[in-house]
């Protein structure tokens, strides 16, 4: 009989995900999404929108970040942050004070959920005016209030799936030295939570910007994101209306971020972190 030999891969042949034989930095899609999305902005400005200038080209973006000036945009980006980083914390907290909850008594679950709910389908647009209404004139109390109501019924959701994601082995371990419900939170749940914990946080982060957002846009207040928002529309400022969309796209991006690193850092047994190249 004739042998049949099976040639392996040569040696020096480059590896799936490589390019050239060199790996493909983790930046070079999202490098190339985003000069795409540029070049497909600039031609549909260009050829579509090109006579009333309603969607304006990039470059027309930035011209007019230039002509407002870095302060303006700061000190009205400052005072929304601000309001949605309060109501982000306390959303979250109320999210993990109902999951603990659940957790410890289980009979109140049915309730815990109901509220989570409640929180998701009442339409920000309808509760807004109401807290407006009772809240002080001039306070920030509507953008907070709907940057919270934003985040609760997401991170319930995550703090319960971590809680519950405990290992069950170490659960009766803790049961079998005597230890209590609240041990085995403190000990084991928390420690297991923490992943999913942070997951919610991320997400919470950029509803909670919006929420701040769109609170300040009802009115009561005098600055904002949401009031120079108002203003551009107002005066149809296009390239400003645009710019202020970008602007908070990419704040509430870099807070969802920022919480992945912490996230990575905190919990580096997680599944979240980046996996080695070549596994």
Same mark, same amino acid.
């Given at each position: ?25 983790? $930046?070079?899609? !999202?490098?190339?999404? =985003? @000069?795409?999305?540029? +070049? #497909?902005?600039? %031609? *549909? ?42 109501? $982000?914390?306390? !959303?979250?907290?109320? =999210? @993990?004070?109902?999951? +603990? #909850?659940?957790? %410890? *008594? ?50 319930? @959701? ?122």
């Amino acid at each position: 009989m004739t042998d049949v030999h099976v040639a392996g891969p040569a040696v020096g042949t480059p590896r799936s995900g490589r390019a050239g034989g060199r790996e493909v930095p983790p $930046w070079a899609g !999202g490098a190339i999404g =985003a @000069v795409s999305v540029l +070049v #497909v902005w600039s %031609l *549909v400005s260009s050829v579509f929108f090109g006579a009333d200038g309603i969607v304006p080209t990039p470059w027309g973006v930035l011209r007019e970040f230039g002509d407002t000036g870095f302060a303006t945009y700061w000190n009205n980006l400052s005072v929304t942050t601000a309001s949605a980083a309060q109501g $982000w914390l306390w !959303g979250n907290l109320v =999210a @993990v004070a109902l999951a +603990v #909850v659940v957790l %410890l *008594v289980p009979a109140l679950e049915g309730a815990a959920n109901q509220v989570a709910v409640i929180s998701y389908c009442i339409p920000l647009t309808a509760i807004g005016p109401i807290v407006l209404i009772v809240s002080e004139p001039g306070a920030r109390t509507a953008s907070t209030f709907l940057a919270a109501l934003s985040v609760v019924f997401t991170s319930v @959701v995550g703090c319960l799936l971590g809680l519950r994601a405990a290992d069950r082995t170490a659960l009766d371990v803790v049961h079998a030295y005597g230890g209590s419900k609240w041990t085995a939170l403190v000990k084991v749940r928390l420690v297991a939570a923490l992943p999913n914990v942070f997951g919610a946080l991320q997400l919470a982060a950029p509803a909670a910007f919006l929420g701040a957002v769109l609170g300040e846009y009802l009115g009561g207040v005098d600055s904002g994101i949401g009031i120079m928002i108002i203003a551009a529309q107002t005066n149809l400022e296009y390239a400003r209306i645009w710019g202020l969309a970008i602007l908070c796209g990419a704040v509430a991006g870099l807070a969802y971020v920022l919480i992945g690193l912490v996230a990575k850092l905190l919990t580096p047994w997680s599944s979240t972190g980046e996996r080695k190249a070549g596994l």
